[in-house]
């Protein structure tokens, strides 16, 4: 199958040698994703904004490889707090309210930067109902 790597374009792909999202055959991969627009922190300190903007930009990634937020089958979500869930599912409500992918959201000691609240990757299959 051909593979297809998608960049956003960030100094830390090549540096850690990794991809925004990197599509197989009908599979899409999104890695861990942030806040972060234009080298900006996006929504310091409030972990709903923070969780729609990394959906945002899932969702271009998806968009790049052919597929969409329907085609969503798994998120995995990072929470630097567990006690913010709400906030976080509040946001990833608002984009997979009707898709309903199976999802983990787990507390974690930190993210990579102490502005970041949370982090989310995604597992597409194109063409899946």
Not at 57 to 68: C, P, R
Not at 100 to 118: H, R
């Amino acid at each position: 199958m051909k593979r297809k790597n998608i960049s956003s374009g960030t100094k830390w792909e090549n540096s850690f040698g990794y991809s925004r999202a990197v599509k197989i055959g009908n599979l899409v991969e999104i890695a861990g994703t942030v806040a972060v627009e234009k080298d900006e922190i996006v929504g310091k300190g409030d972990p709903y904004l923070q969780t729609r903007c990394i959906l945002e930009k899932i969702k271009v990634a998806l968009q790049e490889a052919g597929a969409s937020l329907k085609d969503v089958v798994r998120t995995r979500m990072f929470v630097t707090d567990i006690s913010k869930w709400p906030a976080v599912g509040k946001a990833h409500g608002e984009f997979f309210k009707d898709i309903k992918p199976v999802t983990t959201l787990v507390e974690v000691k930190a993210l990579v930067a102490p502005e970041f609240l949370v982090e989310i990757e995604a597992r597409a299959v194109i063409g899946e109902e």
